[in-house]
Structure formats: structure tokens, C-alpha cells
């Protein structure tokens, strides 16, 4: 007898609550159909892309990306709310889809909504009668921004969003944690691996030794401090590519791009931190790095568009909505001054009024008078006769 007409009659005679061994080998179609993933995107480190299962096509979902450019900051003069509203947009929307790359990774990282709007920097009137400082964004676009004063003293403040938020961080998913650190006009990262004794750190600057010396430093020690006394464990820290500038063309002004290169081919693709560290240096130096890195924001900007993200948490989305700065009462918003048209007009009227009035008084008088006789005589009330009389004794 075979084996199949052998294992035929076993089948037969097992009970109807009971499911055979073969049976949990090999599910049902349908079984299939649901534990079927979607193929995820995918960026090689020679460059080449594709979008996995969320392609809509051979093309790119579109053409039109926000760019961050040199030339752009010069123009502006860094005082335009305008780009900085749509850089920090750009800065969000590739936050959310870090988010779901690393969640399948078992890797925390924090999404950071930008304010909801920027009225109030928009208008200088509206910005003086607001009662705080405007001087950094209250929806910052990293985890912790560090802020040196005129003595060259670092103090490190955490954003309201920031899963290093006390409440957050006890309820974390995962053991292993990405941070963005801000410095004074720059970004950095750091790779946090949790173990029992242990909290290793791995920290990356793309602006390599042209970057903030000081500032690194004053990182490591707020590690140490903050981490240190939360976990009670040791703090390995190590910075990774250290000597290395990612930003080696004058033209290139992605440093947060560059920190998200680094950590998808470092976590999601794998990669060691020596040989990417040498990948990146090798792009320099052949002056392909802009071009790599103009690439690799494009390609995430399609994967925003075909809807491969993770949108904010509720709370998230309740702290951006809360430090957003309100416009101000109506009562003390400033009055728009008037057009040319509006103030010629204003004086043409003021001007034929008062000739109109010196030339027609006499005129019109008269017609009072008669009109009055006029009324009296058709039988005008004693009431209305009094109130007249009341009237022009109060003039007199």
C-alpha cells in the first residue's frame, strides 16, 4: 500500500474537532491569499529603484518634487516662511515613510507633524502682538534640538511629539530607536540599540569634520545623562563616518535626506556602517553624491504619493494642532491701510461735501421752513408741534 492510500483512512477516522499535521502544513487557498505580502519598494546602493507592489505603472507617479536647493536659500535670504513651510513638509512626509520601513524592522522612530499652518509668521503686525517668541518652530523637526547662547553653553530641548516624551518612551514598541538631533542650523541621527546591560549609540553627523565639533560632543554627554539615568544601563557611544563629509558639494543642502539614506541602507538594506561608510565616501569622490542623493528624495517622494506611509498618531496630531500659533483676537488685529483708489475717493468726498454744504444751506433751509408751514397747516398734531418746538429750543 502507499503511503497516500495509507494516510487516506487516517484522514477519515479523525475526529471532527481535530486537524491533522499535513492539514496545518498546508492551509487553504484563502489562507494564502491573506499571509501574502505586499513586495516592499526597494533602493539599490548603485542607484536603480523601483516601487514593489505599489507601482502604478512603468512611470513615476509624478514629476513634481520640492527640491531643497542652495540657490533657493540664497534667494530667499533665509527669511522666507514660504519655503521653510514647504521644506518642512517634505521633511514630514519622508518622516512618515521611514516610519513604515522601520516598523517592519521592529525600529522606533518618531513622526513630528510641522505646525498647522504659518499665518502668524506670515504677517510682521500679527507676529508683534503674539505673546511669545517666534524664533524656532514650535513643531521642531527633530526628536531633541540642541541651542547654544552667546556663551557657548548647549541646552537640549525635546520636542512635544517626540517619542523621548517621558509617556512615549515607556510605552515604546520596540527596543531599538532613531533619533534626530538637531544642532545650531543642522541635523544629525542617532541609531540607539537597547539590550539588557547595554545602550549602544551610533551616531552620525553628514556634515563629517567640517561639522560641529562642539555640538557632537555636547551630544554625547547629554546621552550619557539623559539615557544613562532612565535605563540605568552603560551608554556605548560610537560615531560612525566620522571623517567623512556627505555634503561634499557646495551645492547640496539635504542634510536630513542624507540622514534618511543612512538609515534605510543601515537598518532596513542591512548594510555595515564601515562599507557604507565608504560607499558615500567613493560618491564624493567621483561627484556623484548630489545626484545620488537628488535621486534617492525623488524616490521617496513617489512613495508618498502611491500612499506607502504611516500617518501621524492621533496624539501626534493633537500636539502639532496645539502648538500651532493661533492668529491673534480680531479686536487687536491692525487695520488694512487703504487703497489709492479707497484715499481718493475718501478725499474727493470730504472736498465736494463742504462746498456743496456752504453753497445749498441757505436753499435748503427755506424748504424746511415751508415744508414745516406746510405741515402745520394740514393738520399737523399738537405732539409733533412740540417736539419741533423742543428740538430748536435745545439748538438755541
Known amino acids: 500500500m502507499s503511503s497516500k492510500e495509507s494516510a487516506a483512512p487516517r484522514r477519515r477516522h479523525s475526529s471532527k474537532g481535530e486537524t491533522s499535521s499535513q492539514d496545518q502544513l498546508n492551509p487553504s487557498g484563502a489562507r494564502y491569499a491573506i499571509a501574502r505580502h505586499l513586495e516592499d519598494p526597494r533602493f539599490d546602493i548603485d542607484g536603480r529603484s523601483t516601487y514593489g507592489d505599489f507601482s502604478i505603472g512603468s512611470k513615476p507617479p509624478g514629476n513634481r518634487h520640492f527640491i531643497p536647493r542652495r540657490a533657493k536659500l540664497r534667494a530667499a535670504g533665509g527669511k522666507s516662511i514660504s519655503l521653510y513651510e514647504k521644506w518642512r513638509m517634505m521633511q514630514f512626509q519622508t518622516n512618515c515613510i521611514m516610519k513604515r520601513f522601520l516598523d517592519k524592522h521592529r525600529v522606533n522612530v518618531s513622526v513630528l507633524p510641522p505646525c498647522v499652518h504659518y499665518d502668524l509668521w506670515k504677517h510682521p503686525k500679527w507676529k508683534a502682538e503674539y505673546e511669545k517668541p517666534l524664533d524656532e518652530d514650535p513643531c521642531p523637526d527633530c526628536d531633541v534640538r540642541f541651542t547654544a547662547n552667546s556663551e557657548g553653553i548647549y541646552k537640549a530641548k525635546i520636542a512635544p511629539a517626540s517619542i523621548l516624551v517621558p509617556t512615549r518612551w515607556r510605552k515604546r514598541t520596540y527596543l531599538d530607536t532613531i533619533i534626530?538631533?538637531?544642532?545650531?542650523?543642522?541635523?544629525?541621527?542617532?541609531?540607539?540599540?537597547?539590550?539588557?546591560?547595554?545602550?549602544?549609540?551610533?551616531?552620525?553627523?553628514?556634515?563629517?569634520?567640517?561639522?560641529?565639533?562642539?555640538?557632537?560632543?555636547?551630544?554625547?554627554?547629554?546621552?550619557?545623562?539623559?539615557?544613562?539615568?532612565?535605563?540605568?544601563?552603560?551608554?556605548?557611544?560610537?560615531?560612525?563616518?566620522?571623517?567623512?563629509?556627505f555634503q561634499s558639494d557646495k551645492n547640496d543642502v539635504m542634510c536630513q535626506t542624507w540622514i534618511w539614506y543612512w538609515v534605510y541602507f543601515r537598518i532596513v538594506r542591512k548594510t555595515n556602517s564601515d562599507l557604507l561608510a565608504r560607499h558615500v565616501y567613493r560618491l564624493g569622490c567621483e561627484r556623484k553624491s548630489l545626484e545620488r542623493i537628488h535621486r534617492f528624495n525623488c524616490w521617496l517622494s513617489d512613495l508618498h504619493k502611491l500612499g506607502f506611509f504611516t500617518k501621524a498618531s492621533p496624539s501626534q496630531t493633537r500636539v502639532a494642532e496645539l502648538h500651532t500659533p493661533q492668529r491673534p483676537h480680531p479686536a487687536a488685529r491692525p487695520q488694512k491701510k487703504p487703497s489709492r483708489v479707497q484715499v481718493a475717493i475718501q478725499k474727493l468726498i470730504k472736498k465736494t461735501s463742504d462746498s456743496c454744504f456752504s453753497k445749498t444751506y441757505a436753499i435748503d433751509s427755506d424748504e424746511e421752513e415751508d415744508s414745516s408751514c406746510s405741515s402745520s397747516s394740514d393738520g399737523t398734531t399738537a405732539s409733533d408741534n412740540m417736539s419741533i418746538t423742543s428740538f430748536s429750543s435745545d439748538d438755541d
Open 180 to 245: 534626530l538631533i538637531g544642532l545650531p542650523q543642522h541635523i544629525t541621527v542617532a541609531y540607539i540599540r537597547e539590550t539588557t546591560t547595554q545602550v549602544y549609540v551610533e551616531y552620525v553627523d553628514p556634515a563629517g569634520p567640517s561639522g560641529d565639533k562642539r555640538g557632537s560632543e555636547e551630544v554625547q554627554l547629554w546621552m550619557h545623562n539623559y539615557f544613562g539615568t532612565r535605563t540605568g544601563k552603560t551608554i556605548k557611544f560610537y560615531q560612525a563616518a566620522k571623517g567623512i563629509n
